[in-house]
């Protein structure tokens, strides 16, 4: 077996682990919420964040797998992955992308603070929502753009 079928199937396992958690995680919070309804806190956390690891698993196994009996298949996944160049420019929009969070995160801190003094309207309610969702689809919208404009210009 060659250095990159056994990087290959490590990432397919690790896939399938994921896709079992996230499985696990979402049955277990749709069967507390249905034996226990008066549930103490709202058991859609962790049925959402089952989704999300199943979701992840299950595109690891979907991209990985095919190029498990395909060796060029599995070079060019192989290079693609370890590329030094591209791995350059996920780092730096990786970076572009914390630090878009990281200053969304100071303000949505400072917007609280100041709200809590009456300085500013309170952040509740559907504006704290608006808030947040702003603050995890803005850095991934930074991350991928990034991306896609490094791999144009470089």
Excluded: H
Excluded at 54 to 66: D, E, H, K, Q, W
Excluded at 108 to 118: C, I, P
């Amino acid at each position: 077996m060659t250095d990159r079928k056994s990087w290959l199937r490590t990432r397919v396992r690790a896939g399938w682990l994921l896709l079992a958690a996230g499985i696990v995680m979402f049955v277990a919070s749709v069967l507390l919420a249905r034996a226990n309804p008066d549930y103490p806190w709202n058991l859609r956390i962790l049925g959402g964040g089952g989704m999300g690891m199943g979701a992840v698993g299950a595109a690891m196994v979907i991209r990985y797998r095919p190029a498990i009996n395909d060796e060029e298949a599995a070079r060019r996944l192989a290079i693609e992955e370890r590329d030094e160049r591209g791995v350059r420019i996920r780092q730096r929009a990786g970076q572009r992308a914390y630090w878009v969070s990281a200053l969304l995160v100071y303000v949505g801190l400072m917007w609280s603070s100041y709200g809590s003094n009456g300085d500013l309207p309170a952040l509740e309610g559907d504006a704290i929502w608006y808030f947040l969702v702003g603050a995890l689809a803005i850095p991934f919208a930074v991350y991928v753009g990034s991306i896609t404009l490094d791999e144009r210009s470089s």
